[in-house]
Nanobody, 116 residues
Framework: QVQLVESGGGLVQPGGSLRLSCAASGRILSFSVVDWYRQAPGKQRELVASITRGDRTNYADSVKGRFTISRDNAKNTVYLQIDSLKPEDTADYYC??????????WGQGTQVTVSA
């Protein structure tokens, strides 16, 4: 089974940028869709970006224009570029791979903290 591992989180000042990575242990294109979610303390998990096998992307309204999802097939990795970070972006970020038959694989998450 293909496992997903997130990395790239950390502490960043408001206005800064981060690039999160979601590395697959196998072929990333095995998933029909890869999503990035986030969960802030005390809040529900929120879908922020998705990329399909066919490179169609989708974003939550709250992150449009600041978040960019992309995929490197050779590295079996999906990225989430986050620009103009705000304190409200502070959360644990998770990637999720959706299989064509409906099941999902979740990574363990990476923490992003935006603070001066």
């Amino acid at each position: 089974q293909v496992q997903l591992v997130e990395s790239g989180g950390g502490l960043v000042q408001p206005g800064g940028s981060l690039r999160l990575s979601c590395a697959a242990s196998g072929r990333i294109l095995s998933f029909s869709v890869v999503d990035w979610y986030r969960q802030a303390p005390g809040k529900q998990r929120e879908l922020v970006a998705s990329i399909t096998r066919g490179d169609r992307t989708n974003y939550a309204d709250s992150v449009k224009g600041r978040f960019t999802i992309s995929r490197d097939n050779a590295k079996n990795t999906v990225y989430l570029q986050i620009d103009s970070l705000k304190p409200e972006d502070t959360a644990d970020y998770y990637c999720n791979g959706r299989w064509p038959w409906g099941t999902e694989n979740w990574g363990q998450g990476t923490q992003v903290t935006v603070s001066a």
